[in-house]
Structure formats: C-alpha cells, structure tokens
C-alpha cells in the first residue's frame, strides 16, 4: 500500500491508519530528515525479527534504533542519561542524528545488543513524530538502502514502493528524502564520540 501524506501538515486519519497497521504488526517504510527509514511496533517482536532478516541484522550485535518524540520519552527508553550528554541531546535534538545511549528496562529485550546500548532519533520531520504520538511509543527505525551503483539510499518513494511492496504493508510518501543518513554518535562513554559522519554537524553544548 502507497500512502502520500503531507509533509508539513500530516493527515490524522492517514496516520491513524499507519498505527493501526502498526499494532497488527505491519511494516512501514516512511520519510525522515535524513533518509527513507524501515520501521515497526518496537514492541512486537515478530515485526523486529522480519526487519532484522531483511536487514540481516543480528539483533544481537546490532545496534538497533528507534525514534522517540521527545527527550521525555527518550529518557523512558535510555538509562539516567549524563547531565552533560543530556545537554548534548538538547542542543541537537530534533536533529539528523542518531545518539548511542545505555539502553534502559523499558527497552524490549530484542533491542538490547550484547553492549546493551539502544540509537535513539529524534528527526526533524512532522510524519515520524505524528506517527510515534498517535501509537504512544517508539517505533524501529533503519536505514533503507538501495542496490543503486550511485545512490545508496532510496530518495523517492514510489522507487521504493516500486522494489518493495510485497515485502512491507506501508509505503508512506511525504515527498522527496536525502541521500545521507544521520550521523551517529557514540554517548555511553565520558565524551560524545561520532562514529559516522551523516548529514549532521554535531554541536557541543
């Protein structure tokens, strides 16, 4: 299914269709402020395991990540984060980034790798965050990538709904996305770290 909801001023019924495709279990693909991004229910975890073989991820090395709404949520899915790494998350967030964070109880068990970290997102893009507020917490989120020689992520969705339809439920098509994905930082140590570089600049609080 292919659903074109605006990027500014997302469609409330469309976004409620999405979660209610969400909590049966679905698969998404929907625009953020980087990159396309494949998600699902944090919680179920049928869903993880179908991203993780498509990603083949093992959920247990891998550094899974999710988008919250707020740096209040995030606090609900991340252990009682530093008060200089939380002045690093405010500075930043919302942001094209993706912080590494010691993962908390509330964190499925499925998203806890060996090192027992979590990626946490907050993007700046209105249709994630209306679809994270109307279902009430976190969904997964990885980037999706192309087999392009040149591009290495989708940039429009109907290429994406094009190689992708029987393998997801939803197809949301907020218009076009980049082609650099966030830049991932390391905060379970004293100093931030940036483990890749993306599309943000990181600024130190």
Same mark, same amino acid.
């Given at each position: 299914?292919?659903?074109?909801?605006?990027?500014?001023?997302?469609?409330? !019924?469309?976004? %409620?269709q999405?979660v209610? #495709? $969400?909590?049966?279990?679905? #698969?998404?693909?929907?625009?953020? =402020?980087?990159?396309? *991004?494949? *998600?699902?229910?944090? !919680?179920n975890?049928?869903?993880?395991?179908?991203?993780?073989?498509m990603?083949?991820?093992?959920?247990r =090395?891998?550094? $899974?990540?999710? @988008?919250?709404?707020?740096?209040?949520?995030?606090?609900?899915?991340?252990?009682?984060?530093?008060?200089p790494v939380?002045?690093?998350? !405010?500075?930043n967030?919302?942001?094209?980034?993706?912080?590494?964070?010691k993962?908390?109880?509330?964190?499925p068990k499925?998203? !806890?790798?060996?090192?027992k970290?979590?990626? @946490?997102? #907050?993007? %700046?893009?209105? #249709?994630?965050?209306a679809?994270?507020?109307a279902?009430g917490?976190?969904?997964?989120?990885?980037?999706?990538k192309?087999?392009?020689?040149?591009?290495?992520?989708?940039?429009?969705?109907?290429d @994406?709904?094009?190689?992708f %339809?029987?393998?997801?439920?939803?197809v949301?098509?907020?218009?076009?996305?980049?082609n650099?994905?966030?830049?991932?930082?390391?905060?379970?140590?004293?100093?931030?770290?940036v483990?890749?570089?993306?599309?943000g600049?990181?600024?130190?609080a």
């Amino acid at each position: 299914m292919l659903i074109t909801i605006h990027a500014e001023n997302p469609d409330e !019924r469309k976004i %409620r269709q999405i979660v209610d #495709i $969400l909590q049966k279990g679905g #698969i998404i693909i929907y625009p953020t =402020d980087t990159v396309y *991004g494949l *998600g699902c229910d944090i !919680r179920n975890q049928e869903a993880v395991e179908k991203i993780c073989r498509m990603r083949h991820l093992d959920p247990r =090395d891998a550094m $899974l990540a999710m @988008i919250c709404k707020d740096l209040s949520q995030v606090s609900e899915y991340a252990n009682p984060i530093p008060n200089p790494v939380f002045r690093v998350l !405010r500075k930043n967030l919302p942001g094209p980034f993706t912080f590494i964070l010691k993962a908390a109880g509330e964190v499925p068990k499925l998203f !806890r790798n060996k090192k027992k970290t979590i990626g @946490i997102r #907050i993007p %700046r893009h209105p #249709i994630p965050i209306a679809i994270v507020e109307a279902l009430g917490h976190p969904i997964l989120t990885t980037s999706l990538k192309s087999d392009d020689e040149i591009l290495e992520y989708f940039i429009e969705a109907e290429d @994406i709904y094009d190689d992708f %339809r029987r393998q997801v439920d939803v197809v949301v098509d907020g218009g076009p996305c980049g082609n650099v994905p966030s830049t991932i930082v390391d905060c379970t140590q004293d100093e931030p770290v940036v483990l890749r570089q993306g599309a943000g600049i990181l600024e130190y609080a």
